[in-house]
């Protein structure tokens, strides 16, 4: 049982930034995959980036160019930076982690931007 936790969320500008942070309960050595998901109200949860054990990223077109997935694992932790943020990035983010074929998420953290 892998349990995640997010933090960082908040209330930031369009143009500002953020940085997302999820904590694994394990050594994020043994996690082939980790990535972060976000939901906005009324739509399917997305996709946003996705980092493995290599170090190989892929990101969602959208975020392209303004946010980065990486990962520490000394401390556990998977992070996203959020440059130029948009109102359209509000939603909640949410952390996911792949070990063996089973899926874990992190409860979520809130994610505002305003124009």
């Known amino acids: 049982q892998v349990q995640l936790v997010e933090s960082g969320g908040g209330l930031v500008q369009a143009g500002g930034s953020l940085r997302l942070s999820c904590a694994a309960s394990?050594?994020?050595?043994?996690?082939?995959?980790m990535g972060w998901y976000r939901q906005a109200p009324g739509k399917p949860r997305d996709v946003v980036a996705l980092?493995?054990?290599?170090?190989?990223?892929n990101y969602a077109d959208s975020v392209k160019g303004r946010f980065t997935i990486s990962r520490d694992n000394a401390k556990n932790t998977v992070y996203l930076q959020m440059n130029t943020l948009k109102p359209e990035d509000t939603a909640v983010y949410y952390c996911?982690?792949?070990?063996?074929?089973?899926?874990?998420w992190g409860q979520g953290t809130q994610v505002t931007v305003s124009s």
């Open positions: 394990e050594s994020t050595i043994s996690i082939p995959f």
């Open positions: 980092i493995n054990s290599a170090g190989l990223t």
């Open positions: 996911k982690a792949v070990v063996r074929s089973r899926e874990y």
